[in-house]
């Protein structure tokens, strides 16, 4: 009875070297993922702080050329002559929409759609369909366009080729005498 005992005192022994084991590959494992939830968290407020640095970059940007647009210094006139020039454009876009509201009376601001629709109806067609997707920026190159295959007629089969018939030897010519 004793060899049993003693087995059972290994097995005991290798259980509890077992269960610490275990319990210090959990340890490991929580340690870890506490690791990359702090590495994910950091990178969040990373990014929120990138953001709040590009909103102040614009604001200052805002409040230099408010307040130098006159009289820029030479490193920033390119730019506040790009915000001018867009201005003006807009601002000329804008006075056409007004002009042509207030010549039509009833206009309302249109969409694609109804621009479409308009369309139409002054060339009298009829059935326009307009479907207007819009596509996720892709970093990958744009695939080339698929041209349309022509339907492949089948082949009818060839009549089948008798095999040729094996050629006879040439007759051997008679000795020669010499």
Partial sequence: MSGFNDFMDK????????AGKAKELAGAAAEKTKEVSRVARLNMDISSKRDAIKKAYAELGKLYYEAHKLDPEEAFAPACQQIDEASAAIAAMEAEIEKIKAAGGDAQDADFASVVDATAAEAD???????????EESSAEPAAPVEPV??????????????AEPEKPADPAPPTES
């Fill in 11 to 18: 097995a005991g022994l290798f259980a509890a070297k077992a």
């Fill in 125 to 135: 067609v009829e059935d326009v369909e307009v479907e207007v997707t819009v596509e």
């Fill in 150 to 163: 022509a339907p492949v007629e089948p082949i009818a089969p060839a009549e089948p080729i008798a095999p």
